[in-house]
């Protein structure tokens, strides 16, 4: 079946650090890839995505690229400030329209 | 645009009672989900509608879980009898029908959080 990696967390990083969290997943076919994130007391909601190959998603200084040879979609920003820590969820669709997801990985930013 | 809607928010019940989660999906939506999210863990499927039939329901345990969507608008899932393992939150998303299948955002509800005492 379908499945999605991500690294495990919790993430701790002072502001204006570099992010990266990784992404790896195991699908048939070309499914689209995304990443939620979820912010305290708050539902799930679309940061950016990624619908084949290559393409690379990008959304409030966060960035993704679908690198299909390593069958991974990490997720990177440049400087972080303390209004991203949330939960981020890595997931997957397929063109069936079944969705799987990560296990989540939990960002902290410090002043 | 009026979000996905959810309610209640918050429900405890002892184990063998019954209990029922109803979601009201993004107008236009045609797609519906139902999920299941443990705490620490991401979302699992349970039912996914296109419309008024459930096109997924291969991971929801129909021996005590089921869901209808009547009219292919709001949504009710229900469980009978609840047990200890089903404290969880429960999450309802639509996706629009735009664009190849899969390739949608989905739009999540706040979820309800089932307490099983």
């Known amino acids: 079946g379908n499945s999605v990696t991500q690294m495990e967390g919790p993430v701790t990083l002072s502001e204006e650090a570099f992010l990266t969290i990784n992404c790896t997943y195991t699908a048939t076919g070309y499914p689209s890839l995304f990443w939620y994130v979820q912010y305290p007391g708050e539902g799930l909601q679309l940061l950016l995505k990624a619908t084949k190959a290559d393409d690379k998603g990008s959304n409030k200084g966060f960035e993704a690229t679908y690198r299909k040879e390593t069958t991974s979609f990490h997720l990177e920003k440049g400087s972080v400030q303390v209004s991203d820590s949330a939960v981020y969820f890595c997931?997957?669709?397929?063109?069936?329209?079944?969705?799987?997801f990560g296990d989540g990985t939990t960002l902290t930013v410090k002043p | 645009e009026a979000g996905v809607v959810q309610s209640p928010r918050y429900k405890i019940i002892e184990k063998k009672q019954p209990v029922a989660f109803w979601c009201n999906p993004i107008s236009g939506h045609n797609t519906l989900y139902w999920y299941l999210q443990n705490l620490g863990q991401g979302p699992e499927l349970l039912i996914r509608y296109e419309n008024e039939e459930a096109v997924d329901d291969s991971q929801l345990p129909k021996d005590r879980f089921s869901a209808e969507r009547l009219k292919g608008v709001d949504s009710t899932l229900k469980i009978q009898p609840a047990e200890l393992g089903d404290s969880a939150v429960y999450l309802c998303a639509s996706s629009s029908p735009m664009g190849r299948l899969g390739s949608n955002e989905q739009f999540f509800g706040p979820g309800t959080r089932l307490t099983v005492l």
């Open positions: 997931a997957l669709s397929t063109n069936a329209g079944k969705s799987t």
